[in-house]
């Protein structure tokens, strides 16, 4: 909601107190807190597509960044592809890495924890059999993800176990691949 | 129209301890309670259900235990007769079978309509519990019509469910509770576990509530804790009061034989979708669970009770399928049952008052009701930890009898 900003009292680099007034003001208006994020992607060629993400809508208003970001995606060579980018199930692991990855420091940061390094390592099992439709008894996607966690950091395992865990309960990504979302998906005309 | 300076609505543990205490200020008041005292403890509860304190700890203000077994846990007879021997020790001033439709402002004062007439006062007493409905979750309207579709409200006893599998959701005290109960009739119990709290019945020696009394985690109040909405809409422990004082936990109930499954999360035809989260919201209760019995230990260690108990241990974490199913075909299932125990909420239906937040909670400051002279008791986390515990209740009422006698007293000088 605010630009972060490193004050000095931070172990982490996390504005927990922008965040704690955030929540404090979103309780009061809660029309503001609904937020509408956006991406727009163009195919390129193949299986190689280009995502591009700016505006979004929240706090009442559509908000505008000074930068696009991009992000690539294409397929590795065992599908028959040049392999420009990685593989789109390997940005919803990047994504997932990067939603518990922010909610460990945040928590971290609340609790007074300082961080000397996070590092996740990220399987997402698949049987390719659902993707290639050989057996409709398969699903398309992950039948399993496993995310393995290294931190260092002044406090106990228990403590840290509970970093981890108040993460998960508090992640976007954690809960959009945990649980059922309605997709809508339509052709412009 | 009758009157009276004070009208309590119900005459449960709440409302007879606030009348306990308008008794000893000759604070004139009756209580209109739907029923009978005890009402909903006699209407609304199944049949095994004992409380999930201790005999001693189910006190009420000047009105301990002094039966033979202070350990023990009460049956809901046992219960409703403690507190109809409490009504008759303080000599409440209650008005039976009589349904209170609607309250609304009357002057400086309220109105209170009921099905034996009306009633003015002065000041209003919110006694009518936090349970009056049990939340069912709306992904409910979907379900085919054969499954039998109830709640812990409608539940008496396994025996009368269809035969057949029983999917329960809902994992706190009722959820936990009932599947045991369900399982053992012989009717498999497919339990859907969102976020819980664990704790031991008993932890080195002592029952797990001695020591939430001792240590002050169940007086601990408004001020000490950071998140207060947070305090009041913490899950039920995993608690049941029985003759063994036994644990039931999650690891407990996939021992008879309870199938665990994560929270539900979807419903579509005949399949039932849970969330994956079941690894971190067992996770977390344990986690949760450890730190609380750390502080136990902290304190019996500061207290020089080390002697006196056995030495400190941490129970076996919750044990989980490898890849608990995320998804069950009720049909294919034989699930004749869907049990909602996904909590309860009370009732404000008859509340013809603005003092209703968006979410249909009362606005309160720690009972003190937004409006000049109304008050709630019995509500989670109302002013402290144990508020809406029998034992809990005591000191709610005190202080807000207080605070009511003082709004009354200001009133009087006002109009002099």
């Given at each position: 909601m605010t630009a972060p900003q490193t004050e000095t009292t931070q172990l982490n680099g996390v504005n927990v107190g922008a965040l704690l007034d955030a929540r404090e003001a979103l309780e009061a208006a809660p029309q503001a807190a609904d937020f509408t994020f956006r991406a727009t992607s163009e195919w390129i060629d193949g299986v190689h597509t280009r995502t591009e993400m700016n505006g979004f809508f929240g706090l009442g208003e559509e908000q505008s960044r000074t930068k696009t970001f991009t992000s690539e995606m294409d397929h590795p060579e065992v599908f028959a592809a040049p392999d420009a980018a990685p593989t789109p199930v390997e940005m919803v692991l990047s994504g997932l890495a990067g939603c518990l990855t922010a909610g460990v420091a945040t928590v971290a940061e609340n609790r007074g924890i300082k961080l000397r390094s996070v590092k996740a390592t990220l399987e997402g099992e698949m049987n390719l059999h659902g993707i290639l439709g050989i057996d409709s008894d398969v699903r398309n996607g992950f039948s399993a993800v496993r995310v393995k966690f290294d931190i260092d950091a002044d406090a106990s395992e228990d403590d840290i176990a509970a970093l981890v865990a108040q993460s998960q309960k508090r992640s976007a990504v954690f809960d959009i691949m945990t649980n059922p979302t309605n997709v809508f998906v339509t052709v412009n005309k | 129209m009758r009157q009276a300076t004070v009208i309590i609505l119900g005459a449960g543990q709440a409302g007879l301890a606030m009348s306990h205490y308008l008794t000893d200020m000759s604070i004139d008041h009756v209580l209109l309670e739907?029923?009978?005292?005890a009402n909903s403890w006699r209407t609304e509860r199944w049949d095994s259900l004992r409380l999930l304190t201790p005999n001693w700890q189910s006190r009420l203000p000047g009105f301990g235990y002094e039966g033979e077994d202070p350990d023990g846990f009460r049956t809901m007879p046992e219960t409703i007769g403690f507190l109809d021997a409490y009504a008759n020790h303080i000599a409440a001033p209650v008005k039976p079978e009589t349904e209170v439709h609607r309250v609304y402002r009357r002057g400086d004062g309220y109105g209170v309509s009921t099905n034996k007439g009306d009633w003015k006062c002065r000041a209003i007493v919110i006694a009518t519990g936090a349970c009056n409905i049990a939340n069912v979750p709306g992904l409910a309207e979907a379900l085919p019509k054969h499954i039998h579709s109830i709640t812990p409200l409608d539940y008496s006893n396994a025996n009368a469910l269809p035969k057949g599998g029983v999917l329960v959701v809902g994992a706190s005290a009722t959820g936990v509770q009932l599947a045991k109960e369900i399982q053992l009739s012989g009717r498999p119990v497919t339990l859907a576990v969102g976020e819980h709290v664990r704790v031991p019945r008993s932890y080195r020696g002592r029952d797990i509530k001695w020591w939430m009394d001792k240590t002050g985690v169940l007086d601990m109040g408004l001020a000490e804790v950071d998140d207060v909405n947070r305090a009041r809409n913490v899950p039920s422990l995993q608690l049941i009061g029985s003759t063994t004082h036994e644990t039931i936990s999650l690891n407990s109930l996939q021992s008879i034989g309870v199938d665990i499954r994560g929270r539900v999360m979807g419903l579509r035809d005949n399949r039932v979708q849970f969330s994956g989260s079941l690894n971190n919201v067992c996770s977390l209760a344990d986690l949760k669970m450890n730190r609380l019995l750390q502080e136990i230990d902290n304190w019996a260690c500061n207290a020089g009770m080390e002697g006196d108990l056995e030495s400190p241990y941490r129970l076996r974490p919750t044990q989980l399928p490898a890849e608990p199913a995320l998804d069950l075909d009720l049909n294919t299932a034989g699930i004749k049952t869907i049990l909602w125990a996904t909590g309860f909420r009370p009732d404000y239906s008859w509340l013809d008052l603005p003092v209703l937040d968006r979410k249909g909670r009362l606005r309160h400051q720690g009972g003190v009701v937004d409006s000049p002279g109304v008050y709630v008791l019995g509500l989670p986390f109302l002013r402290r930890r144990k508020s809406s515990l029998i034992d809990g209740v005591g000191d709610d009422a005190r202080d807000l009898s207080a605070h009511l006698s003082s709004y009354l007293a200001d009133a009087r000088s006002r109009a002099a």
């Amino acid at each position: 909601m605010t630009a972060p900003q490193t004050e000095t009292t931070q172990l982490n680099g996390v504005n927990v107190g922008a965040l704690l007034d955030a929540r404090e003001a979103l309780e009061a208006a809660p029309q503001a807190a609904d937020f509408t994020f956006r991406a727009t992607s163009e195919w390129i060629d193949g299986v190689h597509t280009r995502t591009e993400m700016n505006g979004f809508f929240g706090l009442g208003e559509e908000q505008s960044r000074t930068k696009t970001f991009t992000s690539e995606m294409d397929h590795p060579e065992v599908f028959a592809a040049p392999d420009a980018a990685p593989t789109p199930v390997e940005m919803v692991l990047s994504g997932l890495a990067g939603c518990l990855t922010a909610g460990v420091a945040t928590v971290a940061e609340n609790r007074g924890i300082k961080l000397r390094s996070v590092k996740a390592t990220l399987e997402g099992e698949m049987n390719l059999h659902g993707i290639l439709g050989i057996d409709s008894d398969v699903r398309n996607g992950f039948s399993a993800v496993r995310v393995k966690f290294d931190i260092d950091a002044d406090a106990s395992e228990d403590d840290i176990a509970a970093l981890v865990a108040q993460s998960q309960k508090r992640s976007a990504v954690f809960d959009i691949m945990t649980n059922p979302t309605n997709v809508f998906v339509t052709v412009n005309k | 129209m009758r009157q009276a300076t004070v009208i309590i609505l119900g005459a449960g543990q709440a409302g007879l301890a606030m009348s306990h205490y308008l008794t000893d200020m000759s604070i004139d008041h009756v209580l209109l309670e739907r029923g009978q005292v005890a009402n909903s403890w006699r209407t609304e509860r199944w049949d095994s259900l004992r409380l999930l304190t201790p005999n001693w700890q189910s006190r009420l203000p000047g009105f301990g235990y002094e039966g033979e077994d202070p350990d023990g846990f009460r049956t809901m007879p046992e219960t409703i007769g403690f507190l109809d021997a409490y009504a008759n020790h303080i000599a409440a001033p209650v008005k039976p079978e009589t349904e209170v439709h609607r309250v609304y402002r009357r002057g400086d004062g309220y109105g209170v309509s009921t099905n034996k007439g009306d009633w003015k006062c002065r000041a209003i007493v919110i006694a009518t519990g936090a349970c009056n409905i049990a939340n069912v979750p709306g992904l409910a309207e979907a379900l085919p019509k054969h499954i039998h579709s109830i709640t812990p409200l409608d539940y008496s006893n396994a025996n009368a469910l269809p035969k057949g599998g029983v999917l329960v959701v809902g994992a706190s005290a009722t959820g936990v509770q009932l599947a045991k109960e369900i399982q053992l009739s012989g009717r498999p119990v497919t339990l859907a576990v969102g976020e819980h709290v664990r704790v031991p019945r008993s932890y080195r020696g002592r029952d797990i509530k001695w020591w939430m009394d001792k240590t002050g985690v169940l007086d601990m109040g408004l001020a000490e804790v950071d998140d207060v909405n947070r305090a009041r809409n913490v899950p039920s422990l995993q608690l049941i009061g029985s003759t063994t004082h036994e644990t039931i936990s999650l690891n407990s109930l996939q021992s008879i034989g309870v199938d665990i499954r994560g929270r539900v999360m979807g419903l579509r035809d005949n399949r039932v979708q849970f969330s994956g989260s079941l690894n971190n919201v067992c996770s977390l209760a344990d986690l949760k669970m450890n730190r609380l019995l750390q502080e136990i230990d902290n304190w019996a260690c500061n207290a020089g009770m080390e002697g006196d108990l056995e030495s400190p241990y941490r129970l076996r974490p919750t044990q989980l399928p490898a890849e608990p199913a995320l998804d069950l075909d009720l049909n294919t299932a034989g699930i004749k049952t869907i049990l909602w125990a996904t909590g309860f909420r009370p009732d404000y239906s008859w509340l013809d008052l603005p003092v209703l937040d968006r979410k249909g909670r009362l606005r309160h400051q720690g009972g003190v009701v937004d409006s000049p002279g109304v008050y709630v008791l019995g509500l989670p986390f109302l002013r402290r930890r144990k508020s809406s515990l029998i034992d809990g209740v005591g000191d709610d009422a005190r202080d807000l009898s207080a605070h009511l006698s003082s709004y009354l007293a200001d009133a009087r000088s006002r109009a002099a």
